[in-house]
C-alpha cells in the first residue's frame, strides 16, 4: 500500500514517526511519503516538506504568512496527485489539513485523520464538514469519543494516547540516564516556534536569578538553531541549553516551566511539577479568548476536568507569578503528593486505550481492507 502521511509539527512528527514504524510492521510492502521532521524521515520514509517551514502560529502569524500558507497547499496538492496514495494520514495540524482534506475527498483520495483537531475548543462549526470530508477519524483523547457520538452522531475509534508508550519505552531504555547537572534542575520548555519562544522565554528565565541553586535548561527545539537562543540566555549564569534531550531533561528534572500543548502531557507523563505558561501576541489572544470555550488550555487539566497544574496565562505570565508559583511546587510537600496523586491517575485513564500507535496503523490498514 502506498500512504500519504502529513504532520505540520514537532509532536506529529513525534506520532508520525511511531505510526510509521507500526505501518511497517502491518504491513511489509508500503510505500510512505511525508511532511513532518527528521524523526518521520528516519523510519524510512520519504519526507517532503519539513514541519519547520509550515509552522505559524497565531492569527496575526497566520494573516502575515498567508501567501506561503497557499503555496504550500497548492504544492501538497499536486503531490499527492502524483504519488497516488491508497489512503491519506492527516495528523492533527487542522489549519492546513482539513483543507487538505476536503480537497481529498473530491478527488476520491481515502482520508484517515489521525488525533483530532480539537473542536471541542473551538471552531466546533467545523465538525459537519469534517464528518463529510473524513473516511475514518482516530482520536487520543478519551472524552472524544463520547463528544463526537453524543454532539453529532459520529462514531469515531478511540485508539489510546501515544504518549504512554513513547514514555514508558523512554524510561525502560534509560534506567541509568545521565545527569546533565550537578545542581537540581528546573526544565524550561519554551516551544517550538520562533514567535512562541521570544514571546514567553524571557519572562521564563527572570525566575533563573531567584533561585541560584538550582540549574535552569532550556530545551531547544529541533527546528531552531542554538544561535536563536544565545540572546535570551546569556544574562544568566545559572542557564544551560540543550538539543534532542528533552526526555532526558524531563527525567532529570525537580519542576518545569512548559509552554501549553503537549509538552504539558509529557511534562506530567514524567511526573514533573509544572506550571503551564501562554503568552501570544495581544491581538491573537483577544481573538482566542472571545473564541475558545473551553475551562483550561492544559491537557492536563482537560483530561482530569480539574485544575491539577497551574496556567499562567497573557497577562498572569510575569516574573512575580512565576517565582510564587515555582517555590509552591519545590517547597510545598501536600502540593507534591497531590500532584503524585493526580499524575498517576491521568496515566491510568490515558493507559487504557494500549498501545495507540500500533492501534491507528492496525485500524489504517484494517479500514483499507474494508473499503476496497
Not at 475509534?157 to 546533565?180: M, Q, R, T
Not at 472571545?290 to 487539566?301: A, D, G
Request: charge should be positive; include cysteine.
Amino acid at each position: 500500500m502506498k500512504y500519504y502521511i502529513i504532520a505540520g509539527e514537532a509532536s506529529g512528527d513525534l506520532h508520525g514517526s511511531n505510526l510509521i514504524k507500526e505501518l511497517q510492521h502491518f504491513d511489509h510492502d508500503c510505500i510512505i511519503r511525508c511532511w513532518g521532521g527528521d524523526k518521520m524521515q528516519a523510519t524510512g520514509a520519504t519526507l517532503v516538506k519539513h514541519y519547520r517551514d509550515l509552522a505559524f502560529m497565531g492569527f496575526v502569524e497566520v494573516a502575515i504568512n498567508l501567501r506561503t500558507i497557499l503555496k504550500n497547499l497548492s504544492f501538497c496538492k499536486n503531490d499527492i496527485i502524483s504519488f497516488q496514495p491508497d489512503v491519506l494520514v492527516l495528523i492533527d495540524y487542522p489549519g492546513f489539513n482539513l483543507r487538505i482534506a476536503e480537497w481529498a475527498k473530491q478527488q476520491n483520495i481515502k482520508v484517515v485523520y489521525y488525533i483530532a483537531p480539537q473542536v471541542w475548543a473551538w471552531k466546533e462549526n467545523r465538525v459537519p464538514k469534517m464528518m463529510q470530508s473524513i473516511d475514518n477519524m482516530l482520536v487520543i483523547l478519551p472524552f472524544e469519543k463520547d463528544y463526537f457520538k453524543n454532539k453529532f452522531g459520529w462514531n469515531v475509534d478511540y485508539v489510546g494516547h501515544p504518549l504512554v508508550k513513547v514514555i514508558e519505552d523512554f524510561k525502560n531504555e534509560n534506567i541509568n540516564h545521565s545527569a546533565l547537572s550537578d545542581k537540581k534542575i528546573i526544565a524550561v520548555l519554551p516551544g517550538s516556534r520562533k514567535q512562541e519562544v521570544a514571546k514567553k522565554l524571557p519572562v521564563m528565565l527572570q525566575t533563573a536569578k531567584h533561585f541560584p541553586e538550582y540549574q535552569f535548561i532550556v530545551a531547544q527545539a529541533p527546528s531552531l538553531d542554538e544561535s536563536f537562543y544565545q540572546p535570551f540566555l546569556s544574562d544568566y549564569p545559572n542557564v544551560s541549553i540543550v538539543k534532542n534531550q528533552t526526555y532526558l531533561l524531563l527525567s532529570n528534572a525537580v519542576a518545569a516551566m512548559v509552554t501549553s500543548g503537549t509538552a504539558t502531557l509529557e511534562t506530567a507523563l514524567f511526573g514533573v511539577p509544572e506550571i503551564v505558561c501562554y503568552k501570544g501576541s495581544n491581538i491573537s489572544y483577544q481573538i482566542a479568548k472571545r473564541l475558545i470555550k473551553v475551562k483550561y488550555i492544559s491537557l492536563v487539566n482537560l483530561i482530569m476536568d480539574k485544575l491539577v497544574v497551574k496556567e499562567l496565562i497573557q497577562n498572569d505570565l510575569t516574573e512575580n507569578n512565576l517565582v510564587k508559583e515555582l517555590r509552591l511546587l519545590l517547597t510545598d510537600e501536600a502540593k507534591q503528593m497531590q500532584l503524585k496523586n493526580d499524575y498517576q491517575q491521568l496515566k491510568n485513564i490515558l493507559s487504557a486505550g494500549g498501545n495507540a500507535s500500533a492501534n491507528a496503523a492496525k485500524e489504517i490498514v484494517d479500514f483499507y481492507k474494508k473499503s476496497r
